[in-house]
Structures are given as C-alpha cells and as structure tokens.
C-alpha cells in the first residue's frame, strides 16, 4: 500500500482587477515520488479513444450559449507566438491584442466588459518587449524555457534559463520535459529534474509541457503527468506545439484524468493546457466542455485552465462577429491572433 504524503496548495486570493476575472492565486507544493501509485496507473487506449471521438458531436451550442463560451475561451488563451523570426514589433501586437482581444463595440453588443486574455507566451528574448507592451496591466508573461522545445541542453543551461526568464519578468515558465526520462521509465529522473525546474521558478508558475506526441503510449503519458504534479507542477500542457503530433483529445482525457485523481487523492487542484494545432472556435467550445464535464466549472477559470495558441483567437473573433453582425469577416482582419 502506497504511503500517501499529502502536498499542500497554497492560495492567496486576489482582487479583481477590471480587466481579469477574480481568480485565486494557487502554488502547488511538491510531494514524495510515490512509486506505488504511479505503478498503479493505467490508460484504457480503446476506451479513451471511443470518449474522445463522441466528444465533438456531443456538443452544439447556439447563438447566447455559444458567443458565453467562445468569451470564457479567450479569457483562458495564453496567446502565442513562438517563432525563430519573431520581433518585439510582433510581439508588441501580440500583446495589444492581449489587451484588447475582442473589439470593443463586439463586446458592447454582447454586453461584455473589458476582457483581457489569459497571458501572452513568448521566448526569453521577448520577454522585455512583452513587459514593456503589458505595462499597467495584470497580463502574465509566459516563457517557454528549458531548451524548448527539445529540452536537450545541459540541466545547468536549462535551470538557469528558467531564472533569467523569471528575473527578466516572466510570471509563468513552461518547461519541457526530458522525454527520455519517460521512454526509459526513468521517474526517479524525470521527478528529480521537474524539482529542480519548479525550484528554479521561485513565485513563478510553472506549467510542465509533457511533449505527449513523443511519450510513446497513453500510459506513459498518464504517467509523466503524474510525476510532474507529484513534483510540484502548476499546469500540465500537452505539447510544445512543435511536435508532429501536439494537442488531441484522447491524450487531454488522459491528463485531466490523471488531474482528477490528483485532486481527489491529495486534494490538490492542477491547472491544464492544452497547445499546439487549436485554432478553431468550436474545438475550443470541446475542450471546455470536456474540462467542465471532467473536472467542473471550478476549472473553467484561467488560473486552471489554459489553451497554448497562436491563431485560435482569430476564428474566435469572427464567430463572434458572426453572432453579432450574421456575417462573417475575411480571416486576413484577424491577423495578428
Ligand atoms: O504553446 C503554444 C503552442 O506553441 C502554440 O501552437 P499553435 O501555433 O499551433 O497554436
């Protein structure tokens, strides 16, 4: 019988600030590596996969419903851009369009208030560009790290990159993980290494990207995910959005499941991210509705529940516009998300 060590959450209420909504600030303290547990998992691939394929047709929201939670997807998109010809002037758009996601006289015709997106998520080396743009508001800055988005530079590069974001500014690191640690069953490893990262992080949330495409089975990616929640991980995401294969439902089961387990064994709630390659309106409405039906509304907050995009928020506008006007807009208006 595994010996259950109980991790603590630590939470700080924060107020509303106009432009987010009141979310609570959550750290997720690491516990033992408990071997026995993860022995214990498993991942039923054929059954997973039937959930996951009657998702979609589950789900047909319309008109107030649906432009309800086309809003609460964009309040939860950490919005990206993750380029090797990335600028700070493109940066710099990213995050006017963090600031102001959906126009305002939409909004109006919706009777929103002011909503901002969930974060903007860049490299180290946008990080100042990023800080400047986001002045004056509450917008978190996101940095991949750790060698993303192989993960395969020298632990002491890896660590100290993760510092240099956070001193540069970042409030959210995303790390990779060694997928090797996992193809080699190595958890020892790979809970050693997550530590380390969260250690590094200091006040910075830390959101352990699991690369699931390289992972090999559903299994292991149950796994991993409960090793890095073990260590300490605020979020799990799926991917880097470089991978050939990066977020798929069947894989989001599985790691809100293991997200659920988590919760209902140490009592610990841990955000989730799915990224790369969702970039239409109504898979977003999915994979809220997959969380909601999981894990509750509690997780239908920015501070559990992120997407990982760099052009979902486009179609989002032009669903909404559609709501609002029953015309569609040309893609080239939304550019910059
Ligand atoms: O973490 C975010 C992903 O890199 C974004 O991927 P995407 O460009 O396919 O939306």
């Not at 432009?19 to 600030?25: A, I």
């Not at 080699?184 to 699931?212: N, P």
């Amino acid at each position: 019988m595994a010996t259950q060590t109980t991790p603590r959450e630590s939470t700080t209420e924060t107020g509303a600030t106009g432009h987010l909504p009141q979310v609570t600030e959550r750290r997720v303290e690491p516990m033992p590596l408990d071997m026995d547990w993860l022995r214990s998992v498993q991942a039923n691939t054929s059954a997973i996969e039937r959930r996951a394929a009657a998702l979609p047709a589950r789900r047909s929201l319309k008109k107030a419903h649906q432009a309800a939670w086309l809003l609460r997807a964009v309040t939860c998109i950490d919005l990206t851009t993750l380029s090797g010809d990335d600028t700070a002037r493109r940066v710099e758009r990213l995050c006017a369009k963090a600031r102001q996601p959906i126009a305002p006289d939409l909004l109006d015709a919706l009777g929103m208030a002011s909503i901002t997106t969930g974060a903007v998520c860049v490299y180290h080396e946008m990080i100042p560009a990023a800080r400047r743009a986001l002045e004056g508001t509450n917008i978190p800055i996101a940095a991949v790290s750790t060698g993303f988005p192989a993960g395969l530079s020298p632990l002491e590069l890896r660590i100290r990159e993760i510092e240099m974001s956070v001193e540069a500014g970042a409030t959210e690191i995303d790390i990779v993980i060694s997928r090797r640690h996992v193809l080699s069953g190595d958890w020892q490893a790979l809970y050693d290494e997550m530590r380390a990262f969260r250690e590094a992080c200091g006040e910075a949330h830390v959101k352990a990207i699991l690369a699931t495409g390289e992972l090999g089975s559903l299994r292991n990616v149950a796994r991993a995910s409960l090793v890095c929640m073990m260590a300490g991980a605020d979020f799990i995401k799926t991917s880097t959005g470089k991978e050939s294969v990066n977020a798929t439902l069947p894989v989001s089961l599985v790691m809100i499941r293991a997200i659920r387990e988590y919760y209902e064994r140490t009592g610990v709630r841990v955000g989730y991210k799915p990224a790369g390659g969702i970039s239409k309106a109504k898979d977003a409405i999915t994979y809220l509705a997959l969380m909601k039906e999981e894990l509750g509304d509690r997780w239908l907050q920015p501070d559990l529940f992120r997407f990982g995009a760099s052009s979902l928020l486009g179609d989002i506008e032009r669903q909404l516009e559609h709501h609002v006007t029953g015309n569609y807009s040309a893609a080239y208006r939304h550019a910059t998300s």
